[in-house]
Nanobody, 126 residues
Framework: QVQLVESGGELVQAGGSVILSCAGS????????MGWFRQAPGKEREFVAR????????NYADSVKGRFTISKDNAKNTLYLQMNSLKPEDTAVYYC???????????????????WGQGTQVTVSS
């Protein structure tokens, strides 16, 4: 399994931007579809975005569509999440996750993901 480490979380004002990174270990990183999820205090972990293994297909939660962009650099074994026009409701711990096999469940279901990072905190102040 690939091991994942997120970075880039910070405190930012509403309307600002943040770029999250997720570094993956191992030579098989390019075989994995990848996702970003987030979890706010007292809430369940929710889907944010997904990118196919080659980067050609991207999906987003409605709440972030048009503001967030997911990308993947297989040469650098790194996943990114560009977050613009941030809102206080975007405050959460953000996790990256790797999906080795074809999805079995609905888009965004955590059960489809094999490996998870430890998370990085993003706080958006109003």
């Amino acid at each position: 399994q690939v091991q994942l480490v997120e970075s880039g979380g910070e405190l930012v004002q509403a309307g600002g931007s943040v770029i999250l990174s997720c570094a993956g270990s191992g030579r098989s990183f390019s075989y994995y579809a990848m996702g970003w999820f987030r979890q706010a205090p007292g809430k369940e972990r929710e889907f944010v975005a997904r990118i196919s293994s080659g980067g050609g297909t991207k999906n987003y939660a409605d709440s972030v569509k048009g503001r967030f962009t997911i990308s993947k650099d297989n040469a650098k074994n790194t996943l990114y999440l560009q977050m613009n026009s941030l809102k206080p409701e975007d405050t959460a711990v953000y996790y990256c996750a790797a999906q080795r096999r074809s999805p079995h469940y609905d888009l965004g279901d955590v059960r489809d993901y094999d490996s998870w990072g430890q998370g990085t905190q993003v706080t958006v102040s109003s």
